[in-house]
Nanobody, 123 residues
Framework: QVQLVESGGGLAQPGGSLRLTCTPSGFFLDFNDIFWFRQAPGKEREGLSCTSRSGQAPYYSDSVKGRFTISRDNDKNLVYLNMSRLKSEDTAEYFC????????????????WGLGTRVTVSS
């Protein structure tokens, strides 16, 4: 069964950092483009970042560009989302998902995500 598990969330102070990890179960990530998105309570889902199989030319939304970095370690079968300079508005549930085809920026289609990991940014 294909599953994804997000981890690494928690409480961070404004200006702080967290690293989220996307762990697959039952398959190898290196055959897939991977997409991160988030959803805050009462808000619509927001796409954040996408990494291709090679890890080159990742996509970032304007809201996280320059603060978040997506990376992947195909040897370890993991994808990361390094988040820095966190803001209170980054508080949300974060998810990683398998991309339908290839990353297409904000138009990326995706499916199969996990239960998410909660990030809370507060002093």
């Amino acid at each position: 069964q294909v599953q994804l598990v997000e981890s690494g969330g928690g409480l961070a102070q404004p200006g702080g950092s967290l690293r989220l990890t996307c762990t697959p179960s039952g398959f190898f990530l290196d055959f897939n483009d991977i997409f991160w998105f988030r959803q805050a309570p009462g808000k619509e889902r927001e796409g954040l970042s996408c990494t291709s199989r090679s890890g080159q030319a990742p996509y970032y939304s304007d809201s996280v560009k320059g603060r978040f970095t997506i990376s992947r370690d195909n040897d370890k079968n993991l994808v990361y989302l390094n988040m820095s300079r966190l803001k209170s508005e980054d508080t949300a549930e974060y998810f990683c998902a398998l991309v339908d085809g290839s990353c297409e920026g904000s138009e990326t289609k995706y499916h199969t995500w996990g239960l998410g990991t909660r990030v809370t940014v507060s002093s």
